[in-house]
């Protein structure tokens, strides 16, 4: 069951000076605890300008039960049950902070109008304890199958060769199932959800820290990756299924 009354009760935190406003911080663990297996961080702070007279894309319907966003989180929980989530939020981010379950941690993009997806996977990385990173776009709809044994792959990224994508979407050239290249105008699509660990996690984590590329999009950051030397792995689940949601006629 998904909470209720967790943005007002941090919004009341906020304004009584006992913390920044919605920022969660790193998580302090029981010694007993069974610690998280990957971090995974859903931006959702972008207003999404088709779509902005509804409010936060992520809220709207998948189904008859579930918001985009509670969709997204019960999958990531159903195959990762250990994953700590992170949702980065920012355009009209109390409604997003209602919707929440009460393990989902919860960081604010306050620049979100004048940055780019890479300043809330900043954010994100900073809140985490974790070198296991798993980056979900939280305004796709997807089955379990299109995450299950991610982590099994190493530094990687689902792409799409069916069409699942729109062709004016980022796509990738590869080679041997490794990607040698993100750019627009490719057939093959990346599906907006990747995974890196390791060395991986830590030159993503210093590029992104650079306040100067807080405009740019996450591909442009994965080939100054890949140009570094790191290998990305192109996966494409035999039984995935999932749709990018840039307007009603999507859902």
Known sequence: MFGRGIGQELEKKCKQGQMDRFTTSIKDRDPEEESSDVTVIIPVAGMGHRMKSYGPKCLLLANQKETILEKTIANIKKEHPKSDIIVVAGFEANKVINSLPHYVRIVENLNFEE????????????????????????????????????????????????????????????????????????????????????????????????????????????????????????????RMTIKEIDSLKDL
Do not use: H
């Not at 299109?146 to 792959?153: A, L």
């Not at 990224?157 to 980022?170: G, M, Q, Y």
């Not at 990607?179 to 699509?189: P, S």
């Open 115 to 238: 940055t780019s997806i890479i300043e809330s996977i900043r954010l994100g990385i900073n809140a985490s304890a974790n070198k296991k990173l798993l980056i979900v776009y939280g305004d796709l709809i997807f089955n379990v199958y299109s995450v299950r044994n991610i982590t099994k792959n190493g530094n990687c990224v689902i792409v799409d060769s069916k069409s699942r994508f729109k062709d004016d979407e980022v796509g990738v050239t590869v080679v041997r199932d490794k990607v040698t290249m993100f750019a627009y105008g490719l057939e093959k699509k990346w599906s907006q959800i990747a995974y890196f660990e390791g060395e991986a996690f830590d030159m993503l984590k210093k590029l992104c820290s650079n306040k100067k590329r807080s405009r740019l999009y996450p591909f442009e950051i994965f080939n100054m990756m890949i140009e570094s030397g790191i290998t990305i792995k192109a996966v494409e689940p035999k």
